[in-house]
């Protein structure tokens, strides 16, 4: 069987839509999104309905857990975020919904048990695992495979017989800005690819712009073609 992971849709239906319809073209039965729905950009309403209309089942991102009230959100970061916002103009209803998201995520299938979170299996909320993160005490962990997001930059690695994987971001690429990113994991053979999605994001902005403000900084980060810091932003 083939499982679609995506995460950090972070508003932006553009990338989230090319990435479900690229996965859906592979053959992915299954797709589970990694949380961070919201933040950055203000298209969080298509972003959600996008997910409830593909019923795709969702975990607790920081940034959704920030907009909900279950973490809380710093007023000087919020100028890029803008969570504040977003929090006035969503029906309650809808907030309820995202609060109620859990933060991980057990898939056993085809004798496999697959790990999902946000951050980190240790912290799913808060803690960045990159390319160079020191996985030794993932050994510990009983599963076949962990699938992540957080960080907007995509990986595969093994730590022993554990594959590690970061799906990327499908909504703010932080290493190539116009390719949106996902993975897609083949459950009998345990191989898995990222994908890379081109989404226009001259269209994303003229979208965005019509609902509300986007950070320059979050601007900068669409056309950036190498990976360095995300200037400006605190990283979370």
């Keep these: 069987m083939k499982l679609g992971l995506l995460s950090d849709a972070h508003g932006n239906p553009f990338g989230l839509q090319a990435c479900i319809s690229e996965l859906r073209k592979l053959g992915a039965a299954d797709i589970y999104f990694l949380g961070d729905a919201v933040g950055y950009f203000p298209l969080a309403e298509e972003v959600i309905a996008a997910l409830r209309q593909q019923q795709i089942p969702c975990l607790l991102g920081n940034h959704d857990a920030m907009l909900c009230g279950v973490l809380p959100l710093d007023p000087i970061k919020d100028l890029v975020y803008g969570l504040g916002e977003l929090a006035q103009r969503l029906d309650p209803a809808t907030k309820e919904e ?13 004798g496999r048990r697959v790990l999902l979170v946000h951050g980190s299996p240790r912290d799913e909320l808060n803690e960045y695992i990159y390319p160079n993160t ?10 076949d495979a962990v699938f992540m997001g957080h960080t907007h930059i995509p990986f595969i690695r093994r730590k022993d017989d554990i594959l590690v994987v970061n799906v990327g971001s499908c909504g703010l690429p932080r290493d190539i800005g116009n390719q949106a990113a996902c993975a897609l994991f083949d459950t009998q053979s345990g191989d898995v690819d990222i994908l890379r999605i081109p989404f226009d994001t001259a269209r994303l902005l003229a979208a965005a712009s019509r609902r509300g403000k986007v950070a320059d900084q979050v601007v900068r980060c669409l056309s950036r073609r190498r990976l360095d810091t995300y200037e400006g932003e605190p990283h979370q």
């Design 98 to 110: 995202i609060s109620r998201w859990p933060v991980r995520r057990v898939v056993e299938i085809d």
């Design 134 to 143: 020191d996985l030794s005490w993932f050994g510990s962990i009983q599963t």
